[in-house]
């Protein structure tokens, strides 16, 4: 997995890099997001709590090579397989959407890894399918054939509205040898929606105790009563903060609010 690192405010360069009994936080973004999309927040984040602070670029993202196949199985796999790489004992977790069930999943599954979780906006539960999804009008676009950043974002205003989403999507572009590309498979992504969607319900996880807390914003469909409940039969010492006026990318819209709960509560 491809990744970056954060420390007092700054980036560091992979020659710097090193780990040891300090503080260490994984951040892991959401479906379509990168690490890229993290820096502005991590370089706040690091600069007012001690420790390094890895964001990752999972699997089919960002600057990762595309992979046929992708699931929140695998992306635990690629996640331990770090750990045991770089002989890290301990990790704290920061993450959003797709993110965020990954972070629930790996502490389910290791928890002896797992000082403390951060799941922002997310919920372990099946979400329902969108008729048309966002992957599916990425997919309709004949990318090869655009000739610019506007061209692609123009198609793509054809079925999405939302500018800022847009944006966020074309974070994603590759131009490489005069042609654009998508720095994800996109078919893959189709194929594992289901997936992504839901959560592994046929493995056999017991209840977490590790400290665990939800950020979510207040006008995301992605928290409910509901999914509050089905939350707190998989982790047992959970608590809840809601930021007003945010939907799902609350990190971005509420920034200081959501660098706050973190800088509070991170231990």
């Not at 990744?3 to 479906?31: A, P």
């Not at 990762?64 to 690629?78: A, C, Q, R, T, W």
């Not at 969108?130 to 997919?139: K, P, T």
């Not at 994800?184 to 046929?202: C, H, Q, T, V, Y």
Request: a neutral charge; proline letters at 2%.
């Amino acid at each position: 997995m491809k990744f970056k690192i954060y420390e007092n405010g700054n980036q560091l360069s992979k020659k710097e890099l090193y780990f040891n009994d300090q503080r260490i936080v994984f951040i892991f973004h959401g479906l379509f997001g990168r690490a890229k999309n993290w820096h502005s927040i991590a370089l706040r984040i690091s600069s007012i709590n001690m420790g390094l602070f890895v964001v990752f670029d999972l699997r089919n993202h960002g600057e990762n090579e595309p992979s046929s196949e992708i699931s929140y199985s695998l992306m635990v796999k690629d996640v331990y397989e770090f750990i045991q790489k770089k002989n890290i004992s301990k990790i704290s977790i920061i993450g959003h959407s797709m993110g965020g069930k990954l972070g629930m999943l790996f502490s389910l599954l290791y928890p002896k890894f797992v000082k403390q979780l951060f799941v922002v906006d997310i919920a372990p539960v099946e979400y329902p399918r969108e008729e048309i999804e966002i992957v599916d009008y990425l997919l309709k676009i004949d990318i090869k054939n655009c000739k610019s950043r506007n061209e692609v974002d123009t198609k793509l205003s054809n079925y999405i509205n939302d500018k800022e989403l847009r944006s966020f999507l074309l974070q994603n572009l590759n131009f490489n040898n005069g042609k654009y590309d998508w720095s994800l498979d996109l078919n893959a992504i189709k194929m594992g929606m289901k997936d992504l969607r839901s959560f592994p319900f046929d493995i056999n996880l017991d209840a977490s105790q590790i400290f665990t807390i939800c950020i979510f914003g207040g006008n995301s469909p992605y928290i409910n009563e509901k999914y509050v409940n089905e939350f707190k039969t998989l982790f047992t010492n959970l608590k809840f903060f809601k930021i007003e006026d945010a939907g799902h990318w609350l990190h971005v819209e509420k920034s200081d609010e959501f660098i706050d709960v973190i800088s509070k509560k991170l231990i």
